[in-house]
């Protein structure tokens, strides 16, 4: 593990940029999102692999020509969940302000956002902002905030249901604060808040009351996948 060695200036263009080749990259995807939805971290299975045909065997001498770009979707190094003809990632303004947010595939406009909570401290290195992918299920979605701020979301934007991992199961964030993206198994969500009491925890998906939670000994810090 090599630590980054960048001054604030380079992190500030890095986060950017990675902001904006992911939306353009994924816009082809998007448009064609009736045959292959991509709802979660690295995709429908979360193995990185894209059912989708068809796709050109090589790209242009000058490559893809983008559809369209978008500058106002705040800092961050979140991945975006794309579903039917909406795109859903979380990002933040400042540190006080992290969000969930659904794009329109056609032309990136936004169609709504939310506040869920403020920004996670980091351990030692401090590069934060907002970090998980949403997690779409069916008409929710599910979003984990770098500070432990966890929410069911409607796809209309509506919150069902809000937790915080450390607040409510004494969780202890990771390096990068919280990372993780929610998993869905049937009616149950797993997360891990990390710590000594609630390690892992598995929630009900539809309101958020604790089915079981499991230490682990040691009581790891959460971490990434």
């Known amino acids: 593990f090599c630590e980054p060695r960048l001054n604030i200036k380079q992190r500030c263009k890095m986060k950017m940029r990675i902001v904006f080749i992911v939306l353009i990259g994924f816009v082809g995807l998007s448009l064609a999102a009736s045959a292959a939805d991509w709802p979660q971290w690295r995709g429908p299975q979360r193995d990185g692999v894209s059912q989708e045909t068809g796709l050109l065997p090589e790209w242009p001498k000058e490559g893809p020509k983008p559809a369209w770009q978008v500058k106002d979707v705040g800092d961050g190094y979140s991945t975006p ?6 795109i859903y990632l979380l990002g933040n303004k400042g540190m006080d302000d992290e969000f969930v947010e659904a794009l329109d595939a056609k032309d990136g406009s936004q169609v709504w956002s939310k506040h869920i909570g403020k920004v996670g401290p980091n351990q030692r290195v401090n590069y934060p902002g907002a970090r998980s992918t949403p997690t ?11 500070d432990g701020d966890l929410a069911c979301l409607t796809t209309a934007g ?6 915080n991992l450390r607040g409510d199961f004494g969780g202890n964030p990771g390096y990068w604060a919280y990372a993780e993206s929610p998993l869905i198994d049937g009616d149950v969500l797993v997360c891990t808040p990390g710590g000594k009491t609630a390690t892992i925890v598995a929630l009900n998906k539809k309101t958020g009351d604790l089915i079981w939670k499991c230490p682990v000994p040691g009581g790891d810090d959460a971490a990434y996948a």
Do not use: F, N, Q
């Not at 969940?81 to 909406?86: E, F, P």
């Not at 509506?158 to 937790?163: F, I, L, M, S, Y």
């Open 81 to 86: 969940a794309v579903v039917g003809d909406r």
């Open 158 to 163: 509506e919150v069902r249901w809000a937790k």
């Open 136 to 146: 779409v299920d069916g008409d929710v979605l599910y979003a984990l905030g770098s």
